[in-house]
Nanobody, 120 residues
Framework: QVQLVESGGGLVQAGGSLRLSCAAS????????MGWFRQAPGKEREFVAA????????YYTDSVKGRFTASRDSAKNTVYLQMNVLKPEDTAVYYC?????????????WGQGTQVTVSS
């Protein structure tokens, strides 16, 4: 069973920083992409950032460009999200996602979510 374990959320003042991490583990798989979505109260889940494993490239939603940086540790199948200059509107539950292939089947897996709260 593939598992995604997240850590690093918390409470921070506006302008501060947090770093999230997400590690994928389980039976052998091929990693295509890992990244983050977020969901604020009363809103739909939205894409934040992702790291394309094979290409080694990243992409972001416009609202976080220049403030958030995704990185990875390939050996550990772990993705990180460094969040700087945080704003109150970044407050949400952040969910890690991983697009993995096992036995020829590609699926999206989700972490349990970690709360990020930015106070003004």
């Amino acid at each position: 069973q593939v598992q995604l374990v997240e850590s690093g959320g918390g409470l921070v003042q506006a302008g501060g920083s947090l770093r999230l991490s997400c590690a994928a583990s389980g039976p052998p798989f091929t990693n295509y992409e890992m990244g983050w979505f977020r969901q604020a109260p009363g809103k739909e889940r939205e894409f934040v950032a992702a790291f394309k494993w094979t290409a080694g490239s990243t992409y972001y939603t416009d609202s976080v460009k220049g403030r958030f940086t995704a990185s990875r540790d390939s050996a550990k199948n772990t993705v990180y999200l460094q969040m700087n200059v945080l704003k109150p509107e970044d407050t949400a539950v952040y969910y890690c996602h991983a697009d993995l292939e096992r036995g020829g089947v590609r699926s999206r897996y989700w972490g349990q979510g970690t709360q990020v709260t930015v106070s003004s």
